[in-house]
């Protein structure tokens, strides 16, 4: 097991975890408009200037969050109860609930029982937190530190670890994600882009990492230094969207940009909600447990409420809110009668988390 450092649980990291989750809500809101059967080919793909800067933002930042989140709680989960109660961890609390969300889901819709809609990070995530936990037990019998290979007290060698990541992303990036903001996705279990998958492990563990680095981790600037993060997001992502969108300028250095803006947003978001979510809260306890079961259920009300709408006249920009809450709203409902005191929120939140403990 790797030597355990004293790790104070970062309720920051926690929301920022809950957030980027909810933001699936604001993605699949207008879902129903990259159905072409439902819409047309006319009307597919197509989007409100405004729409697409809200759900390209998203994109540009989201799922690299995500990969880097998992790596530091994996490093934690790792470092304090080791590698084989990690593995069975990842099984109970990814691979059960997304065999069972996807099965459902193609067995009323696609029927082909291989399609992962939106669980595809689920996938990702389980392969990778397999080979990881598999790496960690055999360090573990021939007694090698992984604390002590990616860790360093000299700066020069901490700068090219870090150089190194942002060199291999920006190189990774180009088969990764479209345009430098859309992320290459696999749609079945069989569609796996090696530069993708390669692609989001990099920033995985970037945050296996980051788990060693506690003055990042603790990252709480002030609120004039939270601005100039937000302006320069702000500006990096704007200057991503109008090279690519207007000018249709392509070179290697939008792969740059987009590693830049997405760097800069996830330090925003760090250092945003360490900032208002230091400690335990009622509303985190909440948002804790109510966001992973809504990733997981949202998809289907959404498209589903996105297609009422749709027919009665709505855009893809007007559909957006309202879609967000009917969808946010049935999915909890769905959660209280189906999940919340079932044996199944043992495999959701947890034995320890669920209202359902007869042992």
């Given at each position: 097991m790797e030597s355990r450092i004293k790790f104070t649980r970062y309720h920051?990291?926690?929301?920022?975890?809950?957030?980027?989750?909810?933001?699936?809500?604001?993605?699949?809101?207008?879902?129903?408009?990259?159905?072409?059967?439902?819409?047309?080919?006319?009307?597919?793909?197509?989007?409100?200037?405004?729409?697409?800067?809200?759900?390209?933002?998203?994109?540009?930042?989201?799922?690299?969050?995500?990969?880097?989140?998992?790596?530091?709680?994996?490093?934690?989960?790792?470092?304090?109860?080791?590698?084989?109660?990690?593995?069975?961890?990842?099984?109970?609390?990814?691979?059960?609930?997304?065999?069972?969300?996807?099965?459902?889901?193609?067995?009323?819709?696609d029927q082909s029982f291989h399609t992962l809609y939106h669980l595809w990070f689920l996938y990702y995530l389980f392969i990778i937190s397999t080979i990881t936990a598999i790496l960690f037990i055999i360090a573990e019998k021939t007694k090698i530190k992984f604390s002590q290979i990616i860790t360093s007290n000299h700066y020069l060698m901490s700068l090219v670890l870090y150089l190194s990541l942002f060199a291999l992303l920006v190189f990774l990036t180009d088969g990764a994600r479209e345009n430098g903001l859309k992320t290459d996705i696999p749609k079945v279990y069989t569609d796996i882009n090696l530069v993708s998958f390669l692609y989001h492990w990099f920033w995985f563990f970037s945050g296996q990492i980051l788990y060693y680095n506690r003055k990042i981790l603790d990252f709480k600037p002030s609120k004039i230094k939270l601005l100039f993060y937000f302006?320069?997001?702000?500006?990096?992502?704007?200057?991503?969207?109008?090279?690519?969108?207007?000018?249709?300028?392509?070179?290697?250095?939008?792969?740059?940009l987009s590693v830049i803006s997405t760097l800069i947003w996830i330090i925003f978001f760090v250092g945003f909600f360490n900032k208002f979510f230091h400690r335990e809260s009622k509303i985190l306890n909440i948002l804790l447990e109510f966001s992973y079961p809504i990733y997981l259920i949202h998809i289907a009300p959404s498209i589903i409420f996105g297609f009422i709408m749709y027919e009665n006249g709505f855009d893809s920009l007007t559909m957006i809110l309202p879609n967000i809450i009917l969808s946010g709203l049935s999915s909890i409902v769905f959660y209280y009668i189906f999940i919340r005191y079932t044996p199944l929120n043992w495999c959701v939140n947890g034995y320890k988390n669920s209202r359902f403990k007869p042992f």
């Amino acid at each position: 097991m790797e030597s355990r450092i004293k790790f104070t649980r970062y309720h920051g990291l926690d929301a920022f975890r809950c957030f980027a989750m909810l933001m699936g809500l604001v993605i699949h809101a207008p879902l129903i408009f990259e159905i072409p059967e439902i819409v047309g080919l006319e009307n597919a793909y197509k989007y409100p200037p405004s729409a697409g800067i809200i759900l390209s933002w998203i994109h540009s930042w989201r799922m690299p969050a995500f990969f880097i989140l998992s790596g530091i709680f994996t490093q934690f989960i790792i470092t304090n109860w080791g590698a084989k109660y990690f593995l069975f961890d990842r099984f109970i609390r990814i691979l059960i609930p997304m065999l069972i969300v996807t099965t459902v889901l193609n067995f009323f819709w696609d029927q082909s029982f291989h399609t992962l809609y939106h669980l595809w990070f689920l996938y990702y995530l389980f392969i990778i937190s397999t080979i990881t936990a598999i790496l960690f037990i055999i360090a573990e019998k021939t007694k090698i530190k992984f604390s002590q290979i990616i860790t360093s007290n000299h700066y020069l060698m901490s700068l090219v670890l870090y150089l190194s990541l942002f060199a291999l992303l920006v190189f990774l990036t180009d088969g990764a994600r479209e345009n430098g903001l859309k992320t290459d996705i696999p749609k079945v279990y069989t569609d796996i882009n090696l530069v993708s998958f390669l692609y989001h492990w990099f920033w995985f563990f970037s945050g296996q990492i980051l788990y060693y680095n506690r003055k990042i981790l603790d990252f709480k600037p002030s609120k004039i230094k939270l601005l100039f993060y937000f302006i320069l997001g702000l500006i990096t992502h704007f200057s991503l969207l109008i090279l690519v969108f207007e000018i249709s300028f392509r070179s290697f250095s939008i792969n740059i940009l987009s590693v830049i803006s997405t760097l800069i947003w996830i330090i925003f978001f760090v250092g945003f909600f360490n900032k208002f979510f230091h400690r335990e809260s009622k509303i985190l306890n909440i948002l804790l447990e109510f966001s992973y079961p809504i990733y997981l259920i949202h998809i289907a009300p959404s498209i589903i409420f996105g297609f009422i709408m749709y027919e009665n006249g709505f855009d893809s920009l007007t559909m957006i809110l309202p879609n967000i809450i009917l969808s946010g709203l049935s999915s909890i409902v769905f959660y209280y009668i189906f999940i919340r005191y079932t044996p199944l929120n043992w495999c959701v939140n947890g034995y320890k988390n669920s209202r359902f403990k007869p042992f």
